[in-house]
Structure formats: structure tokens, C-alpha cells
């Protein structure tokens, strides 16, 4: 390198490197040696980073959504067990690896470089784990899912963006086209997860305690997976569920009021009512608690494929439209009508499940229930609206048509659009559905 400006002391150098052909990630760090003969590296090579990244380029991406490739030196991590219900005792996990994410934005054919990273097998898909000191876009970590049915993607997707246009802290979701180690995948679905830097994201103190719900494990802590803080136990946790289940009428929901962010619960549930996410209250969210500051909890959504109409022995067109107001309060049992008329594959009514620890007893509340009738008539004349919401399916669908395309199975390309359109079947008769039971 040559000093080109400046001192010895305080100096500006530059160097001419060889070029380099398309499609290369190049690692590089810079070695001082004083006259003294001491030297000093940069990167240090044992931090986060411990080289410089750059990729060179003559990519021209196409579509209408962002493009993502993934390279694995030494191949990426393997699938950890679903079911481990050991996992608050799990094993440090290593703080870098040797992968790169490299991020096309949509329209742009300047690459995004994110080196040192982690990729790791899931199920139906990848997790992409990036270096605290550099996340991608305040995100630590993604997951790219292609599993099941091609309408996870987005059914998935625009669940999320319904929690979002009401208000609930939600995780990013978007659809970029994959390519891992190079050879092009097709489109995925990508979730962020619910972690610290989610928090963080969401201006939340990620000194919090985050819980994931199970639907597996034994017992009370099994189920609740504890996300941050490892070391500190359950003990708020329980203290809250076990004074929900004593307390009753005004007792009970002046304490939801004083330990709970009551609009954003009710938020929440509102939003699980139009989309019939009917195993989203005793499963499949978030809970965290803001143990240092407001000392409220709040509740976040995850793993919502199965919604929109959609269960396990739901009908061709997901043309159910008829979970009850009542779903997931204390009280609300399996009854008649429709509970006898379609039964699931495993006998019984798939769809429905018990109240969750959170739903029953705050939907069955009346405080609460008023609260989140309000929130629900909100949405059933605001964002839940074919004026609002049908663009959104719309531009979804405009998005992704020419990925589905891509594929030239003209199998996928028919079921894609019957796809959508039963989405839009869902916003304008699940709307209806919920309107007359007000």
C-alpha cells in the first residue's frame, strides 16, 4: 500500500489489486509493521469478523422481489430436534461461522454483503443467523421457509401484514428468490425471528424474558421455551398464569390492566378472529415481559400457515369461514352445527383447540372482552376491509406470479391463483361471518 495523503502518524494509503472475476467474495486484512518490526493485524482474527468482505458482481437480477445467495464453505449446520424438550438447556452456541449472505434489494444489482454468518438446516427450510456487530437490515436472524403447501407462503405473509396494520409487534416477512451454493432454489418465505434484536427493532428492553409456546412437552415450563435469559427461570411467568386463574371480575381485570398491554392483547386476538388463526392461542406466539420498565407483557405472533381458512381436513377451497366469536375463552367448548358436520382426519374437530394460558381467561374477562370487541369492530371497518386489505392481496399476488411462473409447471401457476383467490373469498366472507355475530 502506498501513503497517499497525510503523515506517518495520521495517514490516508491505497492499493491496486488484480481484478476479479463475477460472482467472487473476497476476504482481506490489512498487516502494519512499524520500524520497531512489531506488527498488527486488521481485522483482529479472532473477532466477530475477522477479515474484510466484498463481492464482486455482474449480476443483473430480475422480478419484482429481492434476490438472496448463500454460500457455505464447509456446509451449513444441521437441523436441530424439533421436539427437544431440553432446550432451555441447550449447548452454547458458536458466535460466528463461515457463510455468506449476499442480499439483492428489488431493482438493484448492488449486493448487500453479510459474511461470517451462520446457515443452518430447518425444518421445511434454512435459518440464517447473522453476527451481532453486523445484522442484516437490525435483523439477527431469518428464516427462509418453503414448506407444506405453497399457500404457507402466503397465507403466512399476509398474516403478518394484518398484525402490522393493527398495531401488534409482528416479525418481518417478505419473499426474496434463493440461491444456495449456486443453484437457484425458487422463492421463499422469510420470517424473521422473535429474538433480542426483534425486540430491539421494536424498541422493546431486550433485558426482557421472551417465551415461545409449545404445543409439545410434559409439563407447564416444557411448553413455555424460554428465549432470553436462560438463567433466570420461569418464575414470572407462573406468578402471572397462576393469578389469572384465581382471580375473577373486577380483581381480575384491574390486574390485567395494571400487569398486561391490554391493546395490544387485544389487538392480537382481534386479528387471530379474522384471519381464523385457531391455533394461535394456547400455541404458536410470542410472550414477553418487560420486567425492567413498564413491567407489562405483551404477545407476538408466530407460525401462522395454517390460517385463512385453512386446518388439517379443511375443505379443497378454504371456504371455512365459521370459527365462533367465543374461540379460545374459558367456556368455549366443541358444540353443535358446524362441529358436528366436518370432523378432522384424527377424528373430532381438528380446528378447534382448548383456551390458551393467556386467551382464556383474558377473552372470557369482561374488561378485556369489551376491549377487544372494540379492536375487532376497528378492523372489520378499517384495515380488514376489501377497500384496504384486497390491495395487499393484489400487490402479493403481482409479486409472485412471475417467480410461480418461473417454474413453467402449469400445475403450480393454476394453483397459485386459486390460491389467492381464496384469500380474497376469505376477507370478504369471513368479514361478513364475523360482522353477524356482533
Known amino acids: 500500500m502506498k501513503r497517499v495523503g497525510g503523515d506517518h502518524l495520521v ?3 491505497q492499493a491496486v489489486l488484480n481484478g476479479f472475476s463475477g460472482h467472487t467474495l473476497v476476504r482481506y486484512q490489512i498487516r502494519t509493521r512499524n520500524e520497531g518490526g ?25 422480478g419484482l422481489i429481492p434476490h438472496a445467495m448463500i454460500i457455505n464453505p464447509s456446509g451449513m449446520e444441521p ?54 456487530m453486523e445484522p442484516f437490515q437490525e435483523m439477527t436472524t431469518l428464516n427462509l421457509l418453503d414448506e407444506g403447501k405453497e399457500r404457507f407462503k402466503l397465507s403466512e405473509f399476509l398474516s403478518y401484514e394484518l398484525f402490522r396494520m393493527a398495531g401488534v409487534p409482528a416479525p418481518y416477512a417478505d419473499h426474496y428468490r434463493v440461491r444456495m451454493d ?12 422473535p429474538n433480542k434484536g426483534f425486540l430491539r427493532r421494536h424498541g422493546r428492553n431486550d433485558d426482557g424474558n421472551l417465551y415461545k409456546l409449545l404445543w409439545y412437552g410434559q409439563n407447564f415450563i416444557q ?11 420461569h418464575s414470572d411467568l407462573l406468578q402471572v398464569v397462576q393469578a389469572l386463574d384465581r382471580l375473577r371480575g373486577d380483581q381480575e381485570w384491574r390486574y390485567i390492566q395494571q400487569h398486561f398491554n391490554v391493546d395490544a392483547f387485544a389487538a392480537f386476538y382481534a386479528v387471530n378472529q379474522c384471519i381464523s388463526n385457531w391455533d394461535g392461542y394456547f400455541n404458536n406466539y410470542f410472550a414477553y415481559h418487560d420486567n425492567q420498565d413498564t413491567g407489562k407483557w405483551e404477545i407476538y405472533p408466530w407460525d401462522t400457515d395454517k390460517t385463512w381458512g385453512d386446518f388439517d381436513g379443511a375443505p379443497r377451497d378454504y371456504s371455512w369461514v365459521e370459527m365462533p366469536l367465543t374461540f379460545g ?44 370487541l372494540n379492536k375487532l369492530r376497528e378492523l372489520l371497518n378499517g384495515a380488514f376491509t ?7 392481496i ?35 366472507h369471513r368479514r361478513q361471518f364475523l360482522l353477524d355475530q356482533r
Do not use: C
Open 38 to 62: 512489531a506488527t498488527q493485524t486488521f481485522p483482529h482474527p479472532h473477532s466477530l469478523k475477522p477479515t474484510r468482505s466484498f463481492y464482486v458482481s455482474n449480476y443483473q437480477p430480475d
Open 182 to 193: 449456486g443453484g437457484w432454489m425458487g422463492y421463499f418465505l422469510v420470517v424473521e425471528q
Open 386 to 392: 376489501e377497500e384496504q386489505f384486497l390491495p395487499v
Open 329 to 372: 375463552a374459558n367456556g368455549d367448548r366443541p358444540g353443535g352445527g358446524f362441529f358436528r358436520a366436518r370432523r378432522g382426519p384424527y377424528g373430532g374437530s381438528s380446528w378447534w383447540r382448548p383456551p390458551g394460558y393467556f386467551s382464556g381467561p383474558l377473552l372470557a374477562n369482561p374488561g378485556f372482552r369489551q376491549v377487544f
Open 11 to 13: 495517514g490516508r494509503y
Open 79 to 132: 437441523a436441530k430436534r424439533k421436539y427437544d424438550i431440553t432446550a432451555n438447556n441447550r449447548v452454547p452456541e458458536p458466535t460466528r461461522g463461515d457463510s455468506v449472505f449476499i442480499f439483492y434489494p428489488t431493482g438493484s444489482n448492488v449486493p448487500i454483503v453479510r459474511d461470517f454468518i451462520r446457515v443452518g438446516r430447518r425444518t421445511g427450510g434454512f435459518k440464517v443467523r447473522f453476527t451481532s
Open 223 to 233: 411448553k413455555h421455551e424460554k428465549k432470553t435469559n436462560l438463567d433466570g427461570g
Open 394 to 428: 393484489d400487490s402479493l399476488a403481482e409479486r409472485l406470479q412471475p417467480e410461480v411462473n418461473r417454474s413453467g409447471n402449469q400445475r403450480n401457476i393454476q394453483t397459485f391463483q386459486r390460491d389467492i383467490e381464496s384469500l380474497r373469498f376469505q376477507l370478504r
